[in-house]
């Protein structure tokens, strides 16, 4: 899957994850390129917390 467009999408606790538009994938897949819950929750608020920091 080298080149693969992976995007989170989070609304307050749901979330969701796809590759290249497909939302099926296997969970060897999701191992391999540690897709977990705790990364899409996590980088919207990092971003969030550096935008929030002054220049």
Known sequence: MFGSVVE??????E???????E???????????RLH???GMFWPNYFGFLAGLPS
């Open 15 to 21: 979330w969701s994850i796809t590759i290249d538009g």
């Open 8 to 13: 989170y999408r989070t609304s307050g606790a």
């Open 23 to 33: 939302s099926e994938f296997s969970e060897e897949t999701r191992q391999r390129m």
């Open 37 to 39: 819950r705790e990364d």
